[in-house]
């Protein structure tokens, strides 16, 4: 479930796009203020930005040039009602993937942020596969052989970030930065539940579980 943060300062707007997003399996957070939106990009991770270009106190394009300078390389689509060629120019070459005239239909929105998640290195793939275990981000299906997986969305968001990573150890701390949201007063009590719930869905009552516990280190999905 890829992690999108949208950056404007139309709360309409705003909301609408989160809610489509949402509604596509998208895990969103909205901030209304460019400082704080840089704020965002330093502190957390994510999959892809939504950026406005003017936003109060910092904007949008002087948003993707300091990111981009910290080595900032998450994928980011800039909202505008600029529409000239050498306003999309300066926003491109500040460092935006993507460029969007207001207004514009929402499915497009939605379109160009799965394309430019599909362009990224860990989302191209339709279908996530090890073992027996299969995942399908697009249809929110998932399958253990033959066996269909009912998973509650926060469940399968963990499950699809460890499949996207396999044999990678993650703390606690990382798993809540890239699969809950950043606003959010989850603990790290919340992703031994969240797993423990996960384990026996994926594994039933056996004691070897694919998602192991790496004492003193995190977790991780063993390939």
Not at 4 to 11: A, K, S, T
Not at 59 to 80: E, H, S, Y
Not at 121 to 146: C, M, R
Request: glycine content about 6%; proline content about 3%.
């Amino acid at each position: 479930m890829p992690k999108i943060l949208v950056v404007e300062d139309d709360l309409d707007l705003s909301a609408m796009i989160s809610d489509w997003l949402s509604y596509e399996h998208h895990l969103v957070e909205c901030v209304h203020d460019g400082q704080e939106g840089l704020d965002r990009l330093k502190s957390c991770k994510y999959d892809a930005v939504i950026l406005d270009w003017q936003l109060p106190n910092l904007c949008g394009v002087d948003i993707c040039k300091k990111f981009r300078q910290n080595g900032g390389a998450t994928p980011v689509i800039m909202l505008t009602g600029k529409d000239t060629i050498s306003d999309k120019e300066f926003g491109l070459d500040a460092g935006a993937d993507d460029y969007l005239t207001k207004p514009f239909h929402i499915k497009e929105l939605a379109a160009r942020i799965r394309a430019l998640l599909r362009r990224a290195s860990q989302a191209t793939e339709n279908v996530l596969k090890i073992g027996d275990l299969v995942l399908e981000p697009q249809t929110f299906n998932v399958k253990k052989g033959d066996t269909d997986i009912q998973l509650l969305p926060k469940e399968f968001a963990l499950l699809e970030f460890l499949m996207r990573h396999p044999n990678q150890v993650f703390s606690a701390e990382a798993l809540l930065d890239r699969v809950w949201d950043s606003g959010t007063e989850a603990s790290q009590e919340a992703i031994r539940t969240c797993l423990k719930r996960l384990r026996k869905k994926v594994d039933g009552n056996k004691d070897n579980s694919m998602i192991k516990t790496v004492h003193g280190v995190g977790y991780k999905l063993e390939a």
